[in-house]
């Protein structure tokens, strides 16, 4: 992932309803979502949603199809992923074996541990 991309990423996530729309449709899967069932999950407007979602697609992190009349927005994850991974590249020295070095989207071990 080029630093520009890197960059215009982070800047579209680094904005509260931003960030609380893209951890909703990470949590959605592929499927997606509509404008509206984002809002009543987030409590931001769709209006407002459909400005933000803006952001989202201009940076890449987001995805929009058509279904019937309604817009359904996914995550992207292909760049959700390579956004992860230029963040961690170096991590530990690239030593991917320490513990602090997990994939974020690995099992978590239990709090208790």
Known sequence: MKTKSVVTALAALAQDSRLAIFRALVQAGPEGLPAGKIGE?????????????????????????????????????????????????????????LPLCTPGCAPAESASS
């Open 41 to 97: 999950i987030t409590g931001i407007s769709p209006s407002s949603v459909s400005f933000h979602m803006k952001e989202l697609s201009h940076a890449d992190m987001a995805t929009s199809r058509n279904e019937g009349r309604f817009v359904i927005y996914s995550a992207n994850f292909a760049t959700m992923n390579a956004l992860l991974a230029f963040l961690t590249e170096n991590c530990c020295g690239g030593n991917p074996y």
